[in-house]
Nanobody, 123 residues
């Protein structure tokens, strides 16, 4: 059974950095795409970034390019979301998700989800 576990969330000051990790287990993930999404209170869940499990074809939401990067950490067997120059509006519950096949930006396209890790940005 596929399991995704996020880690690395916490409290960070505006302008700082945070590194989130998504560890996957319970299957072989070759051919999978792993995405990050976030959901702020009262808002819909939104796409953040996606990458092939192999580490290829990273894609970041246009509004986050230049501040967020996504990569594969082979040592941790995890997908990492590096958040730099964070802003107050980055405060949200961050989820990782996995799907077999091509990268996707839609919430509905993903079959497996983690429980989320909270990121809170303070002024």
């Amino acid at each position: 059974q596929v399991q995704l576990v996020e880690s690395g969330g916490g409290l960070v000051q505006a302008g700082g950095s945070l590194r989130l990790a998504c560890a996957a287990s319970g299957g072989t993930f070759a051919g999978y795409a792993v995405g990050w999404f976030r959901q702020a209170p009262g808002k819909e869940r939104e796409f953040v970034a996606v990458i092939r499990w192999s580490g290829g074809s990273p894609y970041i939401a246009d509004s986050l390019k230049g501040r967020f990067t996504i990569s594969r950490d082979n040592a941790e067997t995890a997908v990492v979301l590096q958040m730099d120059s964070v802003k107050l509006e980055d405060t949200a519950l961050y989820y990782c998700a996995a799907r077999w096949g091509a990268r996707a930006t839609s919430v509905d396209a993903y079959d497996y989800w983690g429980q989320g890790t909270q990121v809170t940005v303070s002024s």
